[in-house]
Every structure is written in structure tokens, then in C-alpha cells.
């Protein structure tokens, strides 16, 4: 056989193994037995114990397994979970609720009062130091007051109490496992959820199994996983190939893209999130109602919703956003670099000034590039900023500072008000009391009329009353500035099309212990 | 006499004028001088000479930006962001609206002086530190390389990350942590020349004529170090882009709004897919540049090498 013959025979058959390999041109259609759904989110829970989470990611896994008192559905309306009802003495200062019976954690151990009782007290122990104790603010005592009944009580009357019980990170977890990881990181939690937690691949990711003791509806998909893809369009490409079947985030431009893949939903769903810029209010030339107000009016926040978020984020009309019980709308200051040029001039910097923005990257949708159009807008009106970035943890640190140790003068940050009560958005922030480090409010912004108003809505229990004193500490707080308001964010998940019952809530959860697989 | 000159030659004296006569040296030196030589090597070197080409319309088209640019680098136009190459942007638009050919020609600018200034910050630490050590010798010399020792063990953009935390982001603190990153390398390579040219003769009879040790170092020993310093400078100036490309791309070096092509290549990123020209010319460019300094580099290397130049 000549050379040319061999060859040809070698390309033949690999031509032939190449054909029968793929199947000759006639592909059937894989059937895949599906019993593993993969959720890719951005970032990695920074601790899956209740007292040490603090982000919306921890949040999502963590309520898989964790379970609450009481659950806040997609309306912000407040349904049992945990607690099968609840009531309250006439003041507001004692609350007893009914648990559940028949409930088991995840290692057997049985739910009940005492369980409750040690997971709300490890919370409340300053010795924990929980970074969300003051959810818990006013409880005084959590007392037992039958395998199935726990009161719990209250320094003074705290409306929004039911809904600070439904926040995701007071989770019921097995006492058995507070003994053993008293103090200590517990790793994988141990709790009542629909899934329980099987190993956690730190950097990687978690994986779940289903709970077949669970008390409710036993969810159907078998195994869940949730991966962490920091990276935005690495997470859009592992849904893409369908290394993963949902993703978290999913930035606005490659949005419209997968909106015309045949086999992704894309699910735009509100959130509580507002992105504001702060300003350090005790420093030139923030110290100026004016300047404040100025800039304001500088930024075009239409512009940053329609064109870096392509429709999907809402300019903000208040400082907490419209789903918030509480929330009033006052805003938003008109867009007008004349008018804002001639408040600075009348604030005595016709001139502008120069001064430095410190923002996150990646921690919000878009931020750097946010922070980049409010450079160039306010640069416009003579405000010269330079930009700096700063990795997440260092940047809490470096915010979360005692007045008089604070070097920054405006940062861009975020907020959501996650119990959908305004005051958990607006105490927390605008109380004069409430400042860094001990508390939110890193503009350190302080009005007695402001605090008189806020404190009197949280221990009435009459919603119109209530209502009705937001209402006038909001008008206050926007008229003051303390932050260059900018937008309410809007969330965008997407899904393989054959996954069905993924709830997408406006907590910035995405749950699927309703979720199924379809054909 | 004026312009001319009379001049004796083999012919006889001849009458010539200055300018005839300036170039008449000039050609003579260009013939045979040892940097002349280098030059024509260098020339015949067709991968210097590709070098050559694109470092020289890198500097070209940096040093002529504000001629170049169709529009203002940092002007932004939310409502024509993300546009594909075409006739009003070359090479898009970004994700702000901003012009990328415009941005990438003043990123130009800022890459070539990272590149040099760090460079020169570099030699300027590096190489008296490393003559010094290479020429006393004794207990200063193993102090020293010891030193050297430690900061070699760090890859050089670990230690550039390191100062560029301690020092603070910026470009300017970019140049020097990467110029620092460098000093290793050149106290080490001048050491090494210093070691093997302090024991010539001349240098010794420079030394028993009393002249000062400084004086030494400078004028007799360093000049004949010169050319593996010149190599090692056009490789580190390569090596230097790529560490400060690296930074900004960190987020630890260029700061919004300037348009460092790490800084645009990072913006990108996050629209690889919708608009892959975001991170394809800042990407390409890096590689062109530092891919014409490495090509310069090996044909210097060659060129000021005696024995590869008759080969």
C-alpha cells in the first residue's frame, strides 16, 4: 500500500469512528435524569450561623436549612413558619407565640420552646456580640412558658418586633449544636429547613440534600447546590452552558441578551436596596445644607437607571423604597446642573471643590460604573471628585469609624430594608445616636426632630400613627440630604427553562424549596 | 576662512567645506564606532526591527494623542454606550459612551511612562546598590545580597501588590512599586558585571594611581557594565507595562476616569460578550507593546553581545 493509500483508509475511519461517535448526524435527544438543581450566586455566605451573617447571599443559602419564627412572604405579608401564632398584652411590651409541634432539626433533636429560647439568647448575649442583635433591640427576656409556647419580653412597646422576627438571620438552630459550637463558628448549620446542609467546599460550594423529616411540603428536587461565581459573566456562562440551572445578578446588558434565549427565563423582580452617596455632614463642605441639596440636583439619576441599568432600577423618591411600610414619596430632586451651580455658588463655592468619592466594586450591581457617572456629572457643576475603590471588608472597616476617627467625605453605599418596616431602614441610618461604629449611620447625621419622630414610631403600635410619623421624618431627612439619593435597585435572575417554582423574592432571596424540573 | 577648510589628504590638500567635513566624521563614526556597529547589528536583527516598528508607533502615537483622538477620552455619552467599532467610534464605545480608539491613545501615554519612569527608578536604586556591593565585597556585599535575597523570593508583582498597599493606588505609586519590584534584578545583575570587570587591570591601575573609589565605580567600572544593563532595561520596561497593566486591572493602579488600558481591559471584562471590543484592542495592544520591547530586547542582547555580532 502506497503512503497516499494509508493515508487515505486513516482518514476514512476516523471519519467513520468520527460518525458513529456522534451519533451519524441523527442526535437523540439526551435524556438527563434530573436530581440536582445549582444555584450560582456571586458571593460566598461569610458564615452560615445566624449571629455571624450579615449579607444578602448568607441569607439565601442560610434560609434553606435555617428556619425562622416567622416567614415574610413575597408581599411583605407575614405568614407562619416556625410559630404557628402569636399575640400580644395591650401595650406591646409582651409577645407570646405558639410554636410548631412535631418538629425535629436536622440531627433529630426535637423544636421547641427551649430550643427558641437558647437560639434568642445566644443572640441577645453581648458576649456573641450578633451584628444583628439590635433586631432584638428591646427584648428584655425570653421566658418559657410551655413545651410549646415561648413569650418574649419587651422593654417598651416595638412595632415592628413581628417583622424583625421574620428577618432570615434569626434562625432556630439546634441547641444541641449550641453547645458544641457555643461561641464558635458553626459551619454547617444544623436547623428545621426544607434542606439540610451536607458539606460547604469553602470558595466553592454548598450542597444540600433534601430533609426527609421536613414538616411542610417535602421539596422535590433531591439534591441543591449553591455555587459562588464572583465573576458576572463567568456566572451568566455557567447558566449558559448549564453548569448551573439559575443565577443571581445578572447585569442588565447581558439581560436583554439571554431575554432572547429559548432556554432561559429571565425574572426581574423589585428589591429593598436603595444605592445612595453619603456625606460626612460634620465636614466642609458638607456641613451646607445647600451643597448637599446642589448636589442633588447635579446627578441625573434618569439617566443612570435608563442607560447603565436598561430600565431595570427605579430612582429613588425616599430614602427607603415603596415596598417599605412607612414609606412616603418626596423625591426626586429635579435634575437641573443650572440651579445646582447656583447653590454652590450661594453656599460660597462658586468654584466648585474638590474632594474624594470612596466606593465598592462589585459588591452592588454596577457601582464602579455608577461612582464613574456621578464623577462626570458633578464635574459638570465644578465638583471635582476622585474616585477611590476599596476591596468590601476593608471598606466597612475603613466607614465604620468613630466621628472624630472618620477620614472619608462621601462614600457610595447601599441599604435594604429587608423587614419591610421603615424602621429598620430609617432608624438605623438617621438616628443621631445611631453612628458609626456602633450603629448605620456613617453620615453621622443628626436632628433632634428627626430622632423624636423615629422614636415615637417605633414603640407605637397604631399603623396610621406610625404611618403618619414617617411620613414627616422622611419629608425631613430629604429636605437635609444627608445623602446624594440615587436609585432603588431592581434584581435580575435567570433560570434554565426547565426549572419551574424557583421563588424570586424581594428580599434578594432566591429559594427553591418549591422548585421542580420540567421536561 | 568662514565655511571651508583646507584639509590634507592622500590626494593632496584639498579645499572642503565644514558641513562636507561634518559628515565625513560623522560617517567615520558611524563606521566605526562600537555603538555604530551595535546600531547596524541591530538593524540587520529582523525581530528588533519589528520591535522597533511598534514601539516607535506606540511612542509616536502617544506622543501625538491630542492630535490623534477623534474625541475627548473622558467625555461620556450614556446614550451611545457599548457601541461596536465603526466610522464615529474606530474602535467603539465603552461603557460609559467614552471613545475607545481616543482612550486607548492616551493610555498609551500612561503605560509608556509607567513603563519608563519605573525603569528608571529601578537603575537608579539598583544599580549603585548593586556596584557598591559587587565592588567592596566583605560583609556589606553578603548583607546586601542578602537583602536582595529576600525580596528576590517574592515574585516581582507580589511585591509590587505589597507596596502598593502600603504606599496607596495611583499610578504614581504604581511606577515606583513596580520600579521597586525591579531593584532586585539590577543590584543582582550589576554585582555580577562589577565582580568580573573590578579585576581588570585597568581598573586595578586606576586604583594604585589613587584615584577615589567613587571615581572607579563610576567612570571605569560602570561604563563597561553598560550593556546588560540596557538589555535588562528593555525586557524590565516590558515586564514593567505588563506588572502596572496587572495593577489597574486589580483595581490597585490608574483610577476612573483615566483610561489605563489594565483599568479599560477590567471595565470590560464584565461585557465580554455584548461588547467583546472592550477588552480585544486593550488586550492586544498590551500584548504589541510588550511583545516589542521583549523583540528589541533579544536583538540588544545579540547586538551588544561581541561574540554573537559576527554570526
Known amino acids: 500500500m502506497s503512503i497516499g493509500k494509508r493515508f487515505a483508509l486513516l482518514v476514512l475511519g476516523v471519519a467513520v469512528a468520527a460518525l458513529v461517535l456522534t451519533g451519524a448526524g441523527a442526535p437523540e435527544p439526551e435524556v438527563v435524569e434530573r436530581d440536582t438543581l445549582t444555584i450560582a450566586i456571586g458571593a460566598e455566605p461569610e458564615s452560615l450561623d445566624p449571629v455571624n451573617m450579615t449579607s444578602a447571599p448568607a441569607a439565601t443559602v442560610g434560609e434553606h436549612a435555617v428556619e425562622r419564627l416567622i416567614y415574610m412572604e413575597e408581599d411583605g405579608s407575614l405568614t407562619p413558619m416556625l410559630a404557628t401564632s402569636w399575640d400580644s398584652n395591650e401595650e406591646g411590651t409582651e409577645w407570646t407565640f405558639q410554636l410548631r409541634e412535631g418538629v425535629q432539626f436536622h440531627d433529630g433533636e426535637p423544636f421547641n420552646a427551649e430550643a427558641v429560647k437558647a437560639n434568642l439568647d445566644r443572640f441577645l448575649d453581648p458576649d456573641v456580640g450578633a451584628v444583628y442583635a439590635f433586631l432584638l433591640g428591646s427584648v428584655q427576656e425570653v421566658e418559657v412558658t410551655g413545651e410549646y409556647e415561648v413569650r418574649l419580653h419587651l422593654e417598651e412597646p416595638f412595632a415592628p418586633i413581628l417583622s424583625h422576627l421574620s428577618h432570615s438571620f434569626i434562625g432556630m438552630i439546634s441547641p444541641v449544636q449550641l453547645e458544641e459550637y457555643y461561641l464558635d463558628d458553626a459551619g454547617e448549620p444544623i436547623g428545621t429547613g426544607p434542606y439540610e446542609v451536607v458539606s460547604w467546599d469553602r470558595g466553592d460550594r454548598v450542597q444540600m440534600r433534601v430533609n426527609e423529616n421536613y414538616w411542610g411540603n417535602i421539596p422535590e428536587i433531591p439534591n441543591l447546590n449553591f455555587t459562588f461565581i464572583s465573576e458576572d459573566s463567568a456566572r451568566v456562562v455557567a447558566l449558559e452552558t448549564g453548569e448551573a440551572d439559575a443565577i443571581m445578578a445578572v447585569p442588565p446588558t447581558d439581560a436583554i441578551r439571554l431575554d432572547d434565549d429559548p432556554n432561559i427565563d429571565v425574572t426581574y423582580q423589585t428589591s429593598v436596596r436603595t444605592i445612595y452617596v453619603g456625606f460626612n455632614v460634620n465636614h466642609e463642605p458638607f456641613d451646607n445644607k445647600t451643597v448637599r441639596q446642589a448636589l442633588n440636583h447635579a446627578v441625573d439619576k434618569e439617566i443612570i437607571v435608563e442607560a447603565i441599568f436598561e430600565g431595570n432600577a427605579f430612582v429613588a423618591d425616599a430614602p427607603i423604597v415603596d415596598a417599605v411600610f412607612g414609606h412616603s414619596s418626596v423625591g426626586p430632586y429635579e435634575y437641573d446642573p443650572d440651579r445646582a451651580r447656583e447653590m454652590l455658588a450661594e453656599a460660597g463655592y462658586p468654584d466648585g471643590f474638590d474632594v474624594t468619592l470612596y466606593h465598592p466594586t462589585g459588591r452592588y450591581p454596577q457601582d464602579s460604573t455608577v461612582a464613574e457617572v456621578v464623577q462626570d456629572q458633578l464635574a459638570d457643576v465644578g465638583v471635582n471628585l476622585t474616585l477611590e475603590t476599596m476591596e468590601w471588608s476593608s471598606y466597612l472597616d475603613f466607614l465604620y469609624l468613630p466621628e472624630d476617627e472618620s477620614d472619608y467625605r462621601m462614600y457610595l453605599l447601599g441599604w435594604g430594608t429587608v423587614t419591610l418596616d421603615a424602621d429598620y431602614g430609617l432608624f438605623a441610618l438617621f438616628h443621631g445616636d445611631q453612628g458609626a461604629p456602633a450603629g448605620n449611620n456613617i453620615s453621622y447625621y443628626r436632628n433632634s426632630e428627626v430622632d423624636d419622630l423615629l422614636e415615637r414610631a417605633r414603640v407605637n403600635t397604631n399603623p396610621d400613627e406610625r404611618e403618619a410619623l414617617y411620613a414627616d421624618a422622611i419629608e425631613l431627612i430629604w429636605d437635609d440630604a444627608s445623602w446624594l439619593f440615587l436609585y432603588n435597585e431592581g434584581q435580575v435572575n435567570a433560570s434554565r427553562t426547565y426549572v419551574e417554582g424557583l421563588i424570586h423574592h424581594p428580599l434578594e432571596n432566591l429559594s427553591a424549596w418549591e422548585a421542580y424540573f420540567v421536561d | ?311
Not at chain 2, 153 to 175: C, D, K, R, W
Not at chain 2, 176 to 196: D, E, F, Q, T
Not at chain 2, 208 to 225: E, K, Q, T, W, Y
Not at chain 2, 283 to 288: D, N, Q
Open chain 2, 1 to 311: 576662512m568662514g565655511t571651508v577648510e583646507q584639509v590634507e589628504t592622500s590626494e593632496g590638500i584639498v579645499v572642503r567645506s565644514r558641513r562636507e567635513l561634518w559628515w565625513e566624521r560623522l560617517r567615520h563614526w558611524f563606521r566605526n564606532s562600537e555603538w555604530s556597529q551595535v546600531a547596524r547589528h541591530l538593524l540587520r536583527n529582523r525581530g528588533a526591527l519589528i520591535g522597533l516598528v511598534i514601539i516607535g508607533t506606540f511612542v509616536l502615537a502617544a506622543v501625538f494623542a491630542p492630535y490623534l483622538a477623534t474625541h475627548n477620552p473622558l467625555e461620556t455619552s450614556l446614550t451611545t454606550r457599548l457601541m461596536g467599532p465603526g466610522s464615529e467610534h474606530w474602535l467603539g464605545s465603552d461603557e460609559l459612551g467614552r471613545d475607545l480608539f481616543s482612550r486607548m491613545l492616551y493610555g498609551g501615554r500612561i503605560s509608556l511612562n509607567i513603563g519608563l519612569i519605573s525603569v528608571l527608578i529601578g537603575v537608579a536604586i539598583g544599580v549603585p546598590v548593586g556596584a557598591v556591593s559587587g565592588y567592596y565585597g566583605g560583609k556589606l556585599d553578603i548583607i546586601t545580597q542578602r537583602f536582595i535575597d529576600i525580596m528576590i523570593a517574592f515574585p516581582g508583582i507580589l511585591l509590587a501588590i505589597v507596596v502598593v498597599t502600603v504606599l496607596g493606588v495611583g499610578v504614581q505609586n504604581v511606577m515606583i512599586a513596580v520600579g521597586i519590584a525591579s531593584v532586585p534584578i539590577y543590584a543582582r545583575l550589576v554585582r555580577g558585571s562589577v565582580l568580573s570587570v573590578k579585576e581588570q587591570s585597568y581598573v586595578k591601575a586606576a586604583r594604585a594611581a589613587g584615584i577615589s573609589d567613587f571615581a572607579i565605580i563610576f567612570r571605569h567600572v560602570l561604563p563597561n557594565c553598560l550593556a546588560p544593563i540596557i538589555v535588562q532595561s528593555t525586557f524590565q520596561i516590558a515586564t514593567a507595562i505588563l506588572w502596572a497593566a496587572g495593577l489597574s486591572f486589580l483595581g490597585l493602579g490608574a483610577q476612573a476616569p483615566m483610561p489605563e488600558w489594565g483599568r479599560i481591559l477590567s471595565q470590560g471584562r464584565g461585557y465580554m460578550r455584548m461588547a467583546p471590543h472592550l477588552t480585544t484592542f486593550p488586550g492586544l495592544a498590551i500584548l504589541l507593546m510588550v511583545l516589542g520591547f521583549n523583540l528589541l530586547g533579544d536583538g540588544l542582547r545579540d547586538a551588544l553581545d561581541p561574540k554573537s555580532r559576527g554570526r
